[in-house]
Nanobody, 116 residues
């Protein structure tokens, strides 16, 4: 089983990034996929989830209207589009898979740094 995040990097405030998470080794289409992030010295927080049927939920008010989650089951990939990035969005971003049988997997994370 693998979840491989990509698309992170350094971006200026106000900029955009699209993170990707490529999944393999399990039935991707059956899993709810989520994006989390963890900033230095802070707890990991859930940003957004998307069910196998495509229903989405965003969580913290800090990202509502700026971040969008989507998935492509044909490509076994989940995305996080991040717009209007702020310095406080700097964190390691993680991909997470969760099934109805309470099986879960984590990616290794990708660093996002928002700085001028």
């Amino acid at each position: 089983v693998q979840l491989v995040e990509s698309g992170g990097g350094l971006v200026q405030p106000g900029g955009s990034l699209r993170l990707s998470c490529a999944a393999s080794g399990f039935t991707f289409s059956s899993y709810t996929m989520s994006w989390y992030r963890q900033a230095p010295g802070k707890e990991r927080e859930r940003l957004a989830s998307i069910t196998s049927a495509g229903g989405t939920t965003n969580f913290p008010d800090s990202v509502k209207g700026r971040f969008t989650i989507s998935r492509d089951n044909a490509k076994n990939t989940v995305y996080l589009q991040m717009n209007s990035l702020k310095p406080e969005d700097t964190a390691v971003y993680y991909c997470h898979a969760f099934s109805l049988f309470r099986v879960e997997y984590w990616g290794q994370g990708t660093q996002v740094t928002v700085s001028s």
